[in-house]
């Protein structure tokens, strides 16, 4: 899906989230990244394969 240079990291690893934004709608919520991951406002994601990323909440003390 990427073609600039350098490419951004592959929708399976660790740093998914550091890809490049292609498509913003914040009225929606949601962003999709180069590497086809759809970000979610709640910090959600929903792979390209179709399996999803539970939010990441902050820890309670």
Known sequence: ?????????????????????VAFHPEQ????LCNGVMVFDDTGELLPDGRTVEP?????V
């Not at 990441?56 to 309670?60: H, V």
């Open 1 to 21: 899906m990427c073609s600039h240079q350098p490419p951004c990291p592959p929708a399976d690893s660790a740093d998914r989230d550091a890809a490049r934004t």
């Open 29 to 32: 919520g949601w962003s999709l």
């Open 56 to 60: 990441r909440r902050p820890a309670l």
